[in-house]
C-alpha cells in the first residue's frame, strides 16, 4: 500500500499523503522525476525525503521505497473532484433529508469498480463518498479500500451511526480518510432519537465519536439544526467542543427534496435561517460532477437533470456536463430577465427545484425577501 501520493490536478501537481488534508505543490519537472524513477524502478530522488519530513515528518524506508509511492498519470479529460452517493438507503429517517425516499439500491460491485475506474480515468483526486449512508453499504469496506487503492483522496459523509463499530474503527486506522464528515442532530438522546426516528441512535452515536476521538480520526461537525432540535443548538456546538473538541460548521437552510418535493421546508427554524452569500457561479460539470448509486453522473447534487450514464456509455459522457451546466445556470422560467440577479444568493438549479415545489419565494428569491 503507498504511504505518498504523487498526481496532477486542475493543471498543477501535488504531493499527498493520503489521510491527511495537506499536501505539497510541486513544479512538472519533478512530477515527471518521480514518475520515471517509479516506472524504471531507479532510485527516488534524494528531495523527496527532505519534503516528506519537512511536510508531515514523514520518513521513505530505504527498503522499498519506490512501493510506497503512487504516481497517478495525466487525464486527457481534466476532472478533479466528484461525490458519490454509494446507496441511498439509510439507517435513519430525518424528516428534513433532501434525498426525500431513500431506497437500498445500487450497482453490483464489479459496475462499481468500472465506475470507479472511470473516476480515476477522469482525473478525479478528491472523492467524497456518501449516501443515504454511505457506512450501511455492504460493500462500502471494499469500495473505500479500492478507492485507495485507485489513488484518490477520500472524503466521507455520515450520520456516525457505524462509527461504534470495531470493523468501522479497524478500516478507517488502517487507511485514514483526509477527513470524516459527521452530522449531528441533537444534543440528547430523546432529541436525536426523534428526529432520526431511530430508537437508541444518540448512544451509538456517542460512542462511536468518543471512539473517533480516541483514534485521532480527521472529524469534522455539521450540526444540523431543524424545528425539532432548535431548542438544543447551543448544547449542540457545547458537546462538539467540549466533549470532542472538533472543528464544526451550523447548517439550518433545508432545501427540497432532489424530486421537487418541499416536505423538507417544514422543518426548518425560522429563527436561525441565514442568508447565503451572492451566487458567484461554480465549477459544477467543468472540473467536479456528480455520480449516484446507479452510475449516472450529474454536474452536481442539486443539478441532477440532464444527466449521462457512465455505465451504458463511458467515461467519455463526462465531457457533456460542461454545457449540461451551462445550460442548467442560464436563468429561465421564473427567473428569466431577474433584475437581481446579480446579487443573486440561490444557484439556477437550486431554485429550479424551490420553483418545482411550488415554495414560497422568500425562501429563496430576492423579490421575495430571501437574505433582505
Known sequence: ????????????????????????QIPESRYEELRNAVAQERPLPAWL???TTQAWNMRLLDDGARDQ???????????????????????????????????FAGLAWEDKRLMLDMLREAGVLW???????????????????????????VQISTNGSQLHKARMQELFAGL????????????????????????????????????????????RMNVIVADENAHEVDAMVRLVEQRWGFPHQVFSNMSPTIGGDSAPLVSQAAKYLTARTPFRGCNAGHTFFHVDPHGIASICKIGRDPSVNLMTEGVDALTRLG?????????????SGCSKSGACRTCRPLARLHQEAGDNRSLYCLHGGYGS
Open 1 to 24: 500500500m503507498h504511504s505518498l501520493l504523487v498526481s496532477p490536478f486542475l493543471g498543477q501537481y501535488l504531493l499527498l499523503r493520503p489521510g491527511h488534508p495537506t499536501g505539497v
Open 49 to 51: 525525503g527532505h519534503v
Open 69 to 103: 509511492v503512487l504516481v497517478r498519470d495525466r487525464s486527457r479529460l481534466g476532472f478533479g473532484k466528484a461525490s458519490w452517493e454509494i446507496n441511498l438507503g439509510c439507517d435513519h429517517d430525518c424528516g428534513f433529508c433532501y434525498l426525500g425516499e431513500k431506497r
Open 127 to 153: 472523492l467524497q463518498i456518501t449516501g443515504g449512508e454511505a457506512l450501511i453499504d455492504s460493500q462500502f469496506a471494499a469500495a473505500y479500500e479500492y478507492v485507495h487503492d485507485l489513488g484518490m483522496m
Open 176 to 219: 485514514r480518510p483526509y477527513r470524516l464528515t459527521v452530522s449531528l442532530y441533537g444534543a440528547t438522546a430523546e432529541t436525536y432519537d426523534t428526529v432520526t426516528r431511530n430508537r437508541g441512535a444518540f448512544d451509538r452515536f456517542v460512542r462511536g465519536l468518543d471512539l473517533s476521538r480516541d483514534a485521532g480520526l480527521p472529524v
Open 323 to 335: 454545457d449540461i451546466a451551462e445550460t442548467l445556470q442560464t436563468r429561465t422560467g421564473g427567473c
